[in-house]
């Protein structure tokens, strides 16, 4: 297979997955190295195309069509319900930022975009390696989230309200 041609199938599957798509599966598909699907991700940017790579693997964020910043206030165990709402109104979670009252705006990339991961972040907190970014506020974040519509993001605001999470600007 042609450079070119694995490069548009590389593309097809990574516009038509809902979670990111590793590296290494994507050389085990192409029996190719997970350089060559490096460097192949980097072409494709410098074409153009909006690319993430997280932790999980590869993203094409054409996809997302709207994006809008919710203040939120929960518990450290209301994490994973904040989460798994957003994600199961077709949201995802693309950062967590605190406005700190010293050090000015924190901020963490996230790319949340299942339950699972949601998890697995959750899990990561409470091994105790490190503290929720929400606790140097008392609790009051800032996320990210994206979505394919405005009317999905009114959803997930008025679920956030719903459920008492939500703070109003």
């Known amino acids: 297979m042609k450079a070119e041609e694995r490069r548009r199938e590389i593309?097809?599957?990574i516009s038509n997955v809902e979670t990111p798509l590793p590296?290494?599966?994507l050389s085990e598909r192409f029996k190719v190295s997970r350089q060559v699907i490096v460097q192949d991700i980097a072409?494709?940017?410098a074409n153009g195309y909006d690319i993430?790579?997280?932790n999980r693997g590869y993203i094409l964020n054409d996809k997302?069509?709207?994006t809008r910043v919710f203040k939120c206030r929960h518990s450290f165990e209301e994490i994973v319900d904040?989460?798994?709402l957003i994600i199961s109104l077709g949201g995802k979670i693309t950062d967590i930022f605190v406005n700190h009252r010293?050090?000015?705006r924190i901020s963490a990339r996230l790319d949340l975009n299942t339950k699972t991961h949601v998890e697995e972040?959750?899990?990561s907190l409470v091994s105790g390696a490190s503290k929720p970014l929400m606790s140097v506020t008392d609790g009051y974040h800032y996320h990210t989230v994206s979505a394919d519509s405005e009317k999905a993001l009114d959803e997930i605001e008025n679920a956030l309200r719903a459920r008492g999470f939500l703070i109003e600007i």
Request: charged share 10%; proline share 0%; no cysteine.
């Open 11 to 13: 593309l097809a599957l």
């Open 23 to 25: 590296a290494g599966a």
């Open 43 to 45: 072409i494709l940017r």
């Open 52 to 54: 993430t790579a997280t």
């Open 64 to 66: 997302i069509a709207a």
């Open 82 to 84: 904040e989460g798994a």
């Open 102 to 104: 010293v050090y000015g």
């Open 121 to 123: 972040l959750y899990r």
